[in-house]
């Protein structure tokens, strides 16, 4: 049985993106905070832990090394048999991340980009799905308060297409705000043109991120799972998406979940 | 873009998807490279502990570039691999490299197939590889001489092309028979096979497998420590796996 309905895959196909509203339960989206705000209080703690620290906009990459129900967000039932339907039964991760967008950042329109244009050369991307990204909003998101911007139906640009020249993230004519509910998720294919957008309200914006892609792909820089995480890898499919199994064949792991 | 690669040997690439360089080592390289491969194969098959395949139809020296000063210099080899990098890019990157040794007497049954075939990607506008072999003996026509459908690069994933029991007899096959220090590549999806070597004589090829520097490389061909400690420049530390997959590739000088 497919994990997508025919609305929802022709929705992706067509759009590059997919809204899953009450991804997460209330108790596990209380479960997922508690977690991630164990991760941000460790991370604030020591600064020699990587990441990104500016203003605008706070990252902890690597985020799966940081708690158990952070790891297995990985495979959350509402959203990763979708993405794996979408990419294949060969999915693997690329990187995985926790992003805070506090108020009153300034972001302007160069921030529109592919996540594979650039990145992932000899790829005819028009015609490829290479990455999905999928996002768990841990915070409701408003217009304003720094939503995902899309562009609908980009993914299937060719790989040429200039990106128009905006000022501001929100004036690109099209964009489409991914606002949502806390507990929400929404993925989207590594080549639709995105952006993150400014963060006029009161709300610090907190994401978590999977970035999925193929298990012959590498894995982002210090993503590779660290030994404690590799061992707690202990299902084909957890050893798959680490980048644990032989990358170009081999059989490719079954639905845990 | 590289000018190594003249726009005649792009045309013939991306159409029938595989080229042959005439004499792409010189006298002196070919001893070289030979003097060094026959000092591998007598260590590897003395000593069983050395990866490899050992059966009757094939033997393969795995992780070639472990063994020896020039066979690591041959991945830079300076006729051939700006061909490589004209095709593939900048962010051009090992993926495996081996000695393959088919002795007189081997047979391929059902031996046509495509390297790649992988979900997800566009492959007849994509390209994710170029394989080289450098010829280290003569091959005559009945040798085991490789095998290529031209033209077949461009069939979408999942197209499944007819196989032959003999593959010397599926229609339109090509046969890589090449004096020795020829060399010739091909693409990840260029059907191709082995063929059966009913001379006197072993086929004995390098193969160089080079990809971008995103894809992961076969487990089996990480570099091992030594390997790494000798790639001193920014351009070998990426081909052996050694940089940001992701971040922007090394320079590379024009040739």
């Known amino acids: 049985m497919s994990a997508l309905s025919d609305e929802q895959r022709r929705f992706f196909d ?10 997460l339960s209330a108790a596990e989206l209380a479960a997922v905070r508690g977690a991630a705000n164990e991760a941000e209080s460790r991370w604030r703690e020591d600064p020699a832990l990587p990441g990104t620290r500016i203003p605008e906009f706070e990252e902890i990459p690597a985020i799966m090394e940081y708690h158990p129900a952070l790891f297995d967000l990985v495979e959350h039932p509402a959203v990763f048999p979708l993405i794996r339907e979408l990419l294949g039964t060969g999915i693997g991760l690329v990187d995985h991340a926790y992003y805070i967008t506090p108020p009153g950042g300034l972001i302007d329109g160069t921030a529109w980009h592919t996540d594979v ?19 768990f909003a841990l915070t409701d998101i408003a217009a304003d308060g720094g939503a995902t911007l899309v562009l609908p ?6 790989d040429d297409t200039p990106i128009p020249l905006v000022a501001t993230p929100e004036e690109m004519p099209g964009a489409v705000a991914l606002t949502c509910a806390a507990g929400s998720a929404y993925f989207f294919n590594g080549n639709l043109l995105h952006a993150p957008s400014n963060n006029r309200g009161a709300v610090t914006r907190r994401v978590l991120l999977y970035n999925y892609g193929h298990k012959w792909m590498r894995m982002w820089r210090d993503h590779e ?16 998406l680490l980048g644990l199994t032989a990358p170009y064949k081999g059989p490719d792991a079954e639905l845990s979940t | 873009m590289s000018q190594a690669m003249s726009e005649e040997q792009r045309l013939f690439f991306n159409t029938q998807g595989y080229l042959v360089v005439p004499d792409a080592l010189s006298i002196e390289e070919l001893a070289t490279l030979r003097l060094e491969a026959d000092a591998v ?58 000695y393959f040794i088919t002795p007189p007497g081997a047979t391929i049954p059902q031996g046509w197939h495509f390297d790649f075939d992988l979900p997800g990607v566009d492959h007849p506008r994509s390209r994710l590889m170029v394989k ?35 593959p010397e007899k599926l ?20 059907y191709h096979s082995a063929g059966n070597n009913c001379s006197s004589v072993h086929r004995r090829l390098l193969i160089y497998t080079y990809g971008h520097k995103w894809m992961r490389m076969w487990d089996e061909y990480r570099p091992s420590p030594e390997l790494a400690a000798l790639a001193v420049t920014p351009q070998r530390r990426q081909l052996l796996g050694l940089t940001d ?7 590379w000088e024009e040739t």
């Open chain 1, 14 to 23: 067509a759009n590059g993106y997919l809204m899953i509203p009450g991804a």
């Open chain 1, 117 to 135: 244009r650039t990145r992932v050369p000899g790829v005819h991307h028009a015609g490829s799905t290479m990455m999905i990204r999928a996002m």
């Open chain 1, 153 to 158: 139906g980009t993914h299937r640009q060719p």
């Open chain 1, 225 to 240: 799972p660290s030994l404690r995480l590799a061992a707690a890898a202990r299902t084909p499919m957890r050893r798959q």
């Open chain 2, 41 to 98: 194969e007598a260590r590897w098959r003395t000593d069983l502990s050395l990866p490899g395949v050992r059966r009757p139809d094939l033997e393969q020296v795995l992780g070639i570039m472990e063994h020896g000063p020039a066979l690591f210099d041959l991945l830079e080899h300076p006729r051939i691999f700006p061909l490589v990098r004209a095709l593939l890019g900048p962010d051009v990157m090992m993926l495996d490299h081996d």
């Open chain 2, 132 to 166: 080289v072999f450098y010829v280290l003996a003569d091959i005559p026509p009945d040798g085991g001489a490789t095998l290529v459908l031209p033209g077949s690069h461009i069939t979408p994933g999942g197209t499944v092309l007819p196989n032959s029991e003999v």
């Open chain 2, 171 to 190: 229609p339109g096959a090509l046969p890589m028979n090449l004096p020795a220090g020829s060399a010739y590549l091909i693409n990840d999806r260029t």
């Open chain 2, 245 to 251: 997959p992701y971040g922007p590739p090394v320079a």
